[in-house]
């Protein structure tokens, strides 16, 4: 059986956390939320995007509207992961796209199918 080395494996991108060096390349978007999750409890640090390889291309930085685009492509709910890879490359960090989501789920803009996925109301 042969082996595959890390550069051969798919994956959707890498993030990093520039106040302690850390880098990781992420193979499912949603792992880049539980990373961003446990890694912001235990240092108190904000990872990001470093680069994405979805090809998920949007033209807005604003999430609701982000989220109303990618729905269309996630009938089953828009994993978080993709939503802050596509709006990395708009700008805008995950701490700022997890915090604008919970404030829409808050007013009942959208809605959670299943754990991490979101879609617009």
């Not at 798919?10 to 992420?26: E, K, Q, R, W």
């Not at 999750?37 to 680069?51: D, F, L, N, P, Y």
């Not at 982000?66 to 709006?87: I, S």
């Not at 700008?91 to 996925?117: F, K, N, S």
């Amino acid at each position: 059986m042969a082996s595959t080395t890390d550069a051969e494996r798919p994956h959707a991108g890498a993030i990093t956390c520039a106040a302690c060096d850390f880098h990781a390349v992420i193979t499912e978007p949603n792992d880049a939320i539980e990373r961003y999750r446990r890694h912001r409890s235990v240092t108190g640090h904000a990872i990001k995007w470093e680069q994405t390889a979805l090809g998920v291309g949007l033209d807005t930085n604003d999430i609701e509207t982000a989220l109303d685009a990618l729905g269309d492509e996630y009938p089953d709910g828009v994993p978080l992961g993709v939503l802050t890879a596509a709006l990395s490359e708009q700008g805008v960090t995950i701490e700022t796209t997890l915090d604008a989501i919970y404030d829409l789920r808050m007013e009942g803009a959208i809605y959670e199918p299943r754990d991490d996925h979101v879609l617009v109301v």
